[in-house]
């Protein structure tokens, strides 16, 4: 009889397979309750902001479940990177949806019902089909993850009519748990995803939304391109980004403008073709700095960890909206930076296209809200995080430190008496001129529309003599913002009946001071609010990070999957920051599990080795770095006593074996010889560095072992499945010219 299972024996099982598979040392945050209660084949409704770990809840459930766990994912184009990456992980991963032909699905079917793979990604669309359900009763099933779980709700910024069909999988799939996932939504979204998923009941996991690593700034729009470019160029030069513009035209215009000034920029939108589309796509995921110009058409289930900064031209809809497209920064914690510049002219779109849409006025009234919500947060005095945080009901007491507001706060002063002399102007023009009549008003300019009107001769003509253009745009801004003017169909402004209180004098209007700044000392604040420091890694050790993110781009590149795929920044941060000179050593850095200190361990130990020969500024102090590798291989052989290997996946689901153990043995000089001659031949016909063709180590080895076929190349230290492909005959070819066949 089996042995029943307890609750420390799971969190055990749990936390071995998240290092061995994923190279973690811990679960962050709920991630262990929300693995332990899926685990024990409960229900679950997980929110946690992006970069927070979703992906590992349902992930480690299913390797510790008996059958596949089936994810229902709205993302077609990103299914093929995803299950890329896990593959490097040595999970059995593969997916089903409309990209892939008759023979690729039979193949996956074949494979779900045979119980050779750990995860199934499936489109909710294809989920649906009766075919598809009929196959996944026959198929052993572990578990059902719902992700982008916000797509069911009607009140939710992406709702998506497929997702409210989900409710078919309690009926069909009583036994199987269920988590739905999402990394944004509010009280009203939370109880769709409850209702339509049948998860009443469901044990709720609400992590902090806090991303402590990302900026937030917000700036008046004065040149909105060239405000951007000025920052791009100041901070995150040579950086991964995205852009969000409200308008395809604007998108179009803003990616061909900075690609003329030197950014590596592409445009994403509906209006493109499905080509153009994913070309865009595959540039910004595969390749390193580049910066997409999008619509909101763009990022939802992104997973590019080292994405720097995420810009705003336009304002967008919501909170939530907001929050979910600045969430694509900083995925991997390092410092990143959300910025925005927005102006009257946004507020009086948004406002107008809420109010002129065919949506229900329930449905009016809830996005009339969120905008206002996004308004109050982008006119803040106050630290911008607590109030994001507090607009999904998180409550922090002390300011962040890290948005622009608190490194540079504000000045506030009582703008009553220059409000009311705004609201006097839109009432005595008869409530239906635009800021830049009004602002020709209280400045007393007689221009020939001012004039033609008749309202040089109004008493607030010229009773705003006493401060600049800038400053009256700026207030007339905010006092839309603060709905005490309302923009109608053609620009024209009213004063609402909420400004009657402020006109009689029975409240006070306090407001920020910036927006009366010159550009130059606006620019000034800007720049000293992202202040030093937050590069990725020091200049110590930049020169290796730079070398092992090449090497990362050679190498994703021959094996066509994201760099990301390969290690993340913050993996590539720990190695500069650690100098591992051990495999042992390197295990124990977060992100490196043991199929990839197999397959790339070599590889990341030499370049390690060529950047700290001769780099002696900070040293390891020897009793440190005894301390460090003892540390890892008393570990390591620990984990060695209970731990299995990943089990290999057949054919289409296959991903790199890892190396196996080879026992020391004597180089040949001369087959060691032939083989650097072949790696410099090699270096010239590709263009790639020696260490990617076969490192050091490799070459050693290869010289010991003396191949004379492909499969003695199997399990050589450095020669995986991808490097015998593309080098293995040339590799036997040298040994036997050297020692015959």
């Known amino acids: ?16 397979i998240l290092s061995r598979v994923w190279g973690y040392a811990a679960f962050r945050d709920v991630q262990a309750d929300i693995v332990r209660t899926v685990v ?38 990103l299914m093929k990177d995803q299950v890329d990456a896990l593959r490097q992980f040595g999970v059995r991963a593969a997916f089903l949806n409309s990209s892939l032909d008759l023979q690729s699905v039979r193949e996956v079917e074949a494979a779900l019902l045979a119980g050779e793979l750990d995860l199934l990604y499936v489109a909710p669309e294809r989920l649906l089909l009766p075919r598809t359900l009929d196959l996944l009763e026959r198929a052993p099933v572990a578990l059902f993850a719902i992700d982008e779980a916000h797509c069911v709700s009607q009140w939710g910024h992406d709702f998506r009519p497929e997702y409210g069909q989900l409710g078919v999988l309690p009926r069909r799939f009583p036994d199987i748990p269920r988590v739905a996932l999402t990394a944004t939504a ?16 469901a044990a709720q996991f609400i992590s902090s939304f806090d991303r402590p690593n990302i900026q937030y700034r917000v700036a008046n729009k004065e040149g909105p391109k060239t405000q951007l470019l000025d920052f791009i160029h100041a901070e995150h030069r040579g950086d991964a980004g995205i852009v969000y513009c409200l308008s395809r035209k604007s998108v179009e215009q803003t990616a061909q403008w900075l690609a003329t000034q ?123 995080r607590n109030l994001l945080l507090a607009y999904f009901g998180e409550q922090r007491d002390e300011p962040c430190g890290n948005c622009d507001i608190c490194l540079n706060p504000p000045r506030v002063r009582d703008a009553t008496r220059e409000a009311q002399m705004a609201l006097s102007a839109a009432i005595r023009t008869g409530n239906r001129f635009g800021a830049a009549h009004l602002t020709d008003v209280l400045l007393g300019q007689p221009t020939e529309k001012v004039v033609g009107m008749g309202h040089h001769l109004l008493p607030t003509f010229g009773v705003g003599k006493g401060h600049d253009e800038k400053m009256w745009r700026g207030l007339i801004r905010q006092l839309v913002s603060l709905g005490h003017l309302s923009a109608g169909e053609h620009h024209g402004l009213s004063a609402t009946g909420k400004s009657r209180a402020l006109l009689k004098g029975e409240t006070t209007l306090m407001l920020r001071e910036d927006s009366l700044l010159p550009r130059e000392r606006v620019k000034k604040r800007d720049r000293d609010a992202s202040r030093s420091g937050r590069a990725p890694v020091d200049s110590h050790d930049a020169p290796l990070f730079e070398a092992l993110r090449a090497w990362r781009l050679q190498l994703a590149r021959e094996r066509a999957v994201p760099p990301y795929a390969i290690f993340s920044d913050a993996t590539l941060k720990a190695i500069c920051e650690l100098r591992p000179g051990s495999a042992a050593t390197l295990g124990t850095v977060s992100g490196v599990g043991q199929r990839k200190l197999a397959e790339y361990g070599e590889d990341v130990l030499n370049i390690v080795r060529e950047h700290s020969g001769s780099e002696r500024a900070r040293p390891t102090p020897p009793a440190e770095r ?24 057949p054919s289409l689901f296959s991903a790199p074996s890892p190396a196996k153990d080879t026992p020391p043995a004597t180089a040949n000089p ?72």
């Not at 009889?1 to 071995?16: F, G, I, K, N």
């Not at 509010?186 to 009941?201: F, K, N, P, Q, Y």
């Not at 700095?289 to 720097?308: L, Q, Y």
């Open 1 to 16: 009889m089996p042995a029943v299972q307890t609750p420390a024996d799971t969190d055990a099982r749990a936390l071995e």
């Open 40 to 77: 024990n084949g409960d229900n679950a409704l997980v929110l946690m902001p992006t970069g927070g770990g979703k992906s590992l809840c349902y992930q480690v459930p299913s390797l510790l479940r008996p059958g596949t766990g089936i994810v229902v994912s709205p993302l077609i184009a």
């Open 186 to 201: 509010d009280d009203r979204t939370r109880a769709d995803i409850l209702r339509v998923l049948e998860l009443r009941g």
């Open 262 to 384: 030197g950014i590596d920029a592409v445009p994403y939108h509906a209006g493109l073709s499905p080509r153009e589309r994913n070309h865009a796509q595959e540039r910004f995921l595969n390749d390193e700095g580049v910066v997409v110009v999008a619509t909101v058409a763009f990022g939802m289930g992104i997973d590019k960890p080292n994405v720097r900064f995420v810009a705003h031209l336009d304002l967008p809809k919501s909170m939530e909206g907001y929050y979910q497209e600045t969430g694509r920064a900083g995925r991997d914690g390092l410092p990143s930076t959300a910025w925005m510049v927005y102006g009257l002219a946004d507020v009086v779109n948004v406002k107008r296209m809420l109010s002129q849409s065919d949506a229900p006025e329930d449905v009016k009234r809830v996005e009339a809200a969120k905008l206002d919500a996004l308004l109050t947060y982008c006119e803040a005095a106050t630290c911008r």
């Open 626 to 649: 005894g301390a460090r590798e003892n540390s890892a291989v008393l570990g390591l052989l620990r984990g060695r006593e209970e731990r299995t290997p990943v089990q290999p996946a």
């Open 670 to 741: 001369e087959v060691a010889e032939a083989l650097r001659e072949l790696r410099r031949e090699l270096t010239r016909e590709t263009g790639h560095s020696a260490f990617v063709i076969f490192p050091n180590a490799t070459l050693d080895a290869l010289a010991a072992a003396s191949p004379r076929s492909l499969a003695e190349l199997e399990g050589l230290p450095g020669m995986g499945p991808k490097r015998i492909e593309n080098y293995g005959e040339r590799i036997v070819d040298a040994v036997r010219t050297v020692l015959g066949a």
